[in-house]
């Protein structure tokens, strides 16, 4: 994928995660912004970040995201069972001319 | 609440036509605010952007399917399409319609569908 993302991490209940997501000078690099989405089995993508940092309504606030240069983060605190899920970044690749999505992270909560 | 909902064969031959419709409840596709997109999921794979389309017909498609690619939208049934020409097993995928981008600020997809697994096979 464009973006890289670890393909799992995992955390205990009450503690806290990052999701990181590597990109390059032709997505994240150049300005464009990173969106985040929470996927469980079986159901199309929920948007969760939009904007690098900007929660739609009715998404926790222990769901925040960053960007900084070629990379951007994903932080989760609190982990709830619930959060058990898919994740994916997504951007865009003005080489690709493409809208682009990281390879997706898994989070298991132990 | 803004819904989609993808609907079409299961089943496509290899070299057919795959089509696949999505028809939008709670917003109208005329309304001039957003895009509307097609993408696609291999099994047990990430997502994949196929391309999307403005309710005056005007489209973006993925440089790497383009060649194969046509969508089309009918405001009055609130409606848009895919097709995607001369499908091989590669094609194999659960397909998801969503809403976005927005014609203005960030450009994330904000509603999909379910999604609905097209599998190509003789």
């Known amino acids: 994928s464009v973006l890289t993302q670890p393909p799992s991490v995992s955390g205990a209940p009450g503690q806290s995660v990052t999701i990181s997501c590597t990109g390059s000078s032709s997505n994240l690099g150049a300005n464009y912004d990173v969106h985040w989405y929470q996927q469980f089995p079986g159901t199309g993508p929920k948007l969760l970040i939009y904007g690098n940092n900007n929660r739609p309504s009715g998404v926790p606030d222990r769901f925040s995201g960053s960007k900084s240069d070629t990379s951007a983060s994903l932080a989760i605190t609190g982990l709830q069972a619930e959060d058990e899920a898919d994740y994916y970044c997504q951007s865009y690749d003005s080489s690709l001319s493409a809208s682009v999505f990281g390879g997706g992270t898994r989070l298991t909560v132990l | 609440q803004v819904q989609l909902q993808e609907s079409g064969p299961g089943l496509v031959k290899p070299s057919q036509t795959l089509s696949l419709t999505c028809t939008v409840s709670g917003d109208s596709i005329g309304n001039y605010g957003h895009f509307w997109s097609w993408i696609r999921q291999h099994p047990g794979k990430g997502l994949e952007w196929i391309g999307y389309i403005y309710y005056s017909g005007s489209t973006y498609y993925n440089p790497s399917l383009k060649s194969r690619l046509d969508m089309s939208v009918e405001t009055s049934k609130n409606q848009f399409s895919l097709k995607l020409r001369s499908v091989t097993a590669a094609d194999t995928a659960t397909y998801y319609c969503?809403?976005?981008?927005?014609?203005?600020?960030?450009?994330?997809?904000?509603?999909w569908g379910q999604g609905t697994l097209v599998t190509v096979s003789s």
């Open positions: 969503a809403r976005g981008p927005p014609l203005a600020g960030a450009a994330a997809y904000d509603h």
